[in-house]
């Protein structure tokens, strides 16, 4: 599997955006890039994927650079709810029902 | 969004002795999946079941695992002879992608809120 690599944690201010970022610089090119995030005492939950180009739905949007070789999630207004740790996964589109690889992940702290 | 139902929520067992996690997504999916989390650990993938076979599966899903669909509706995992290491949360996921009648390729995966097991 590719790896990624986000920072350990990062911190931010409520109602102030955050943007978390991820490298990977083995991805290939069947590889889609994934974000969960998981809050306290829950399973993973789904953010936002994409491919090549930037992707935006009502959690986040997902900027790609334009090598591939970097990504960030964008959460535009942080709440306490969004307080979680997000990870970036890369998932290789060839194979359909492929696993997902889970790092350590970014543990992200918003203060109110 | 889909809503995978994990029973129980805590299981509670003596080393040695099986266990059953159900998982009880709503809808037809394709493809199943089981994860844990070791307490303070990453989350680490089983293995993904389709079309009533076992897909993938990791290094760590050794003999002592198994999962089976057995009425069309629960997928279950078993423990056949509990650890005092398999103490974990157990996740199970499906693929879904909203508005498609079956899976298309690196559709998200929906997890359940687990099962914590607890091996004493």
């Known amino acids: 599997d590719a790896k990624t690599t986000q920072p350990n944690s990062m911190e931010s201010n409520e109602e102030e955006p955050v943007h978390l970022p991820c490298n990977h610089s083995?991805?290939?090119?069947?590889?889609?890039i994934h974000w969960y995030r998981q809050l306290p005492s829950q399973g993973p939950e789904y953010v936002i994927h994409g491919l090549t180009s930037n992707v935006n739905n009502r959690m986040a949007s997902l900027a790609i650079a334009e090598d591939r070789k970097s990504s960030t999630l964008i959460l535009h207004r942080a709440t306490l709810r969004d307080a979680a740790v997000y990870y970036c996964i890369l998932r290789d589109v060839r194979t359909s029902g492929s696993r997902l690889t889970f790092g350590e992940g970014t543990q992200l702290t918003v203060n109110p | 969004e889909p809503e995978v139902t994990q029973t129980p929520s805590h299981q509670v067992t003596q080393m040695g002795q099986e266990v059953i996690l159900r998982c009880v997504p709503i809808s037809n999916h394709l493809y199943f999946y089981w994860y844990r989390q070791i307490l303070g650990q990453k989350v680490e993938f089983l293995v993904s079941?389709?079309?009533?076979?076992?897909?993938?599966k990791s290094e760590i899903f050794d003999d002592q695992f198994s999962v089976e669909r057995p009425d069309g509706s629960n997928f279950t995992l078993k423990i056949r002879s509990t650890k005092l290491e398999d103490s974990a949360m157990y996740f199970c996921a499906i693929d879904y992608h909203p508005g498609q009648g079956t899976v298309s390729y690196n559709s998200p995966l929906h997890f359940g809120n687990g099962t914590r097991l607890t091996v004493t």
């Open positions: 083995t991805i290939s090119g069947t590889d889609y």
């Open positions: 079941f389709y079309n009533n076979e076992i897909s993938e």
